[in-house]
DNA sequence: CTGAAAGCGCTTACAG
DNA sequence: CTGAAAGCGCTTACAG
């Protein structure tokens, strides 16, 4: 059974297309017995308007969609960056085509390129590593796209991220306070500008108090290579008493490996990203906590903003961190 | 800057706007020399193709998207479910509009009415409570619709769902099993379907064994009323000596009030949902797990299988749960 | 191998 | 208040 169109609405009432088109669209002017007729042909017919056909035609040419790019829409950062935007969406009426990329830029590619082709009013992306630059045939082309978590490359465009140098450098500063002096970092992949923002902090709080930079793990991406990782730390000569894990999976799999080691409780650990149930772990896990609710909410706003007609020069907006001490992070060093 | 058009290509590459379709749609048959003119015109204007626009027009009319309707982006469960659905539908080349419910019957309608308006090829859909009886005439006008995580009321149609009796049943068995006769029980919203499900099998397992139930609370729906509710369990008269804890906010919930109470390693517990982390707490949290990634490839799967043209009778899809001991479920009675 | 005409489902810009 | 004609960006169904 095929679908009922504009025009099968028409011929049932005994109207012209235009007047079952203005009836739709809630136009004014129209007689109710011409209303009422034209309601009961859609009702008979089951009929739903084609969105996607009047946007073609429509004046703005809108089709009040926007693509969402996000690293993984199944990781708790990603999904509730996700949540935030669609809340803001749905106030403008707005649906969400989302997708993953899992840091590869081909794939990233890919999925602007599959969402421009579904003629998305705007674009918010958490790009992969790699270059953004072919990217602006679409700011040309007048769609607004604002980057959210990761500054773009090859590309000026709104962005919303947090200070992850600042971050850092808060966190490791936290441990030396604790007494600490040797202090590990675990992070993740060198190709990931957040993670060499994070390395830097690191090394910033270290060099202000004159304390060499104690081991550094780069490349960790996932929890089982950041187990290993700490458990090669403590095989070695001088294991650090503190951990700075600069990701949330790298912190995960850093206090499992303290675990089977039995060291959860005299090893410091602060960690970059919050997650949930860190306060449920014995210690609680003291963490640098981002706030992607209201970076999802803002980086939404802008394309909404933008949308609008507003106009202003692409800038950089950054979200504040905060450090939430649970437990983890205040275990004195011993010494 | 207006975005170019397959009219303006043909014009620069002076051939006709067929030629461009030729050649942007890969057809054989068309001149090297002009293929390479209407290369270099797409590639100096800039264009894109509105493959919105040509889905119109199209034969099968496929817009190569499907809507999937989930409770929430951001809960775990969802997020998973969405993953594992984004994945089959890359396989396809076919995008993922997404959006939330949170229990509410007419968010359900409205998410469904706006993915349906942008002609989605398939729908996927974790129902809110209510009736889904409307949805028949997607069915009639031909576009596959799978439910998932829970039955559709006032339709028929494929699901995916597990056994949440059996599941529940025995997670109680396993209570019964380490010593407990008096078992409490913490669920969900009375009219989730699921959740009547889960009372169901815990009043199964215990009349099997001529227990009679102890503590039922209904109606838990988040964390902090879970909390609440365990505090009041355990200020009556005869506490339960283990809980079953139907959902895994609740289970979460349950495990912070127990904390307080110092009971965290003497009440014994397990839970309905797996959740990240379970096996970090201590005790390790012992659940009936979901397999959501299962879930999600299965409900997609059908899709498309739908809409590569097979055919079948609705039916009702089960994925086996599964019990994950990791130490709270454990506990044995002390008496 | 190439293109002119018609049409997908709808709205625009008019005319009456 | 209502509708006929044209057109959004593309593909179909032909004809050459």
Redesign the pocket.
């Known amino acids: 059974m095929?679908?009922a169109?504009?025009?099968d609405?028409a011929r049932l009432a005994?109207?012209?297309?235009?007047?079952?088109?203005?009836v739709?669209?809630r136009e004014?002017?129209?007689?109710p017995?011409?209303v009422a007729a034209v309601t009961a042909a859609i009702e008979k017919l089951g009929?739903?308007?084609?969105f996607t056909?009047?946007s073609?035609?429509?004046?703005n040419?809108r089709t009040a969609t926007i693509g969402v790019v996000l690293e993984n829409v199944a990781n708790p950062f990603s999904s509730t960056l996700h949540r935030a935007m669609e809340d803001v969406a749905r106030e403008h009426g707005v649906a969400i085509l989302a997708g993953s990329v899992d840091e590869d830029p081909a794939r990233e590619r890919a999925l602007i390129s599959t969402f421009a082709g579904r003629q998305v009013d705007g674009l918010v992306v958490a790009p992969a590593s790699g270059n953004q630059g072919y990217l602006t045939a679409e700011i040309l082309g007048g769609t607004p796209l604002v980057f959210v978590d990761r500054p773009p490359v090859g590309i000026s465009a709104d962005t919303v991220v947090i200070d992850n140098r600042a971050g850092a450098r808060r966190a490791v500063d936290h441990l030396i306070t604790h007494g600490h002096r040797t202090i590990g970092y675990l992070g993740d992949l060198r190709s990931i500008a957040t993670a060499r923002d994070r390395l830097q902090g690191y090394r910033d709080a270290l060099a202000d108090e004159g304390i060499r930079p104690g081991p550094v793990v780069e490349d960790v991406h996932t929890e089982s290579e950041a187990e290993r990782a700490v458990h090669r730390l403590f095989a070695a000569d001088r294991p650090p008493t503190a951990l700075f894990t600069a990701q949330n999976l790298v912190t995960i799999g850093a206090i499992r490996a303290l675990r089977s080691l039995g060291r959860q409780h005299t090893v410091a650990l602060v960690g970059f990203d919050d997650f949930p149930l860190a306060d449920l772990l014995e210690p609680g896990v003291t963490v640098v906590a981002q706030d992607p609710t209201a970076m999802g909410r803002l980086a939404a706003s802008l394309v909404f903003r933008r949308l609008a007609g507003e106009q202003w020069e692409p800038a950089v907006h950054v979200i504040p961190t905060r450090l939430i001490t649970r437990g983890s992070g205040e275990i004195q060093n011993a010494v």
């Open positions: 095929a679908r169109t504009l025009r609405v005994e109207v012209s297309p235009k007047t079952v088109s203005r739709v669209n004014a002017g129209v007689t017995a011409k009929y739903r308007p084609n056909a009047s073609l035609r429509r004046a040419g």
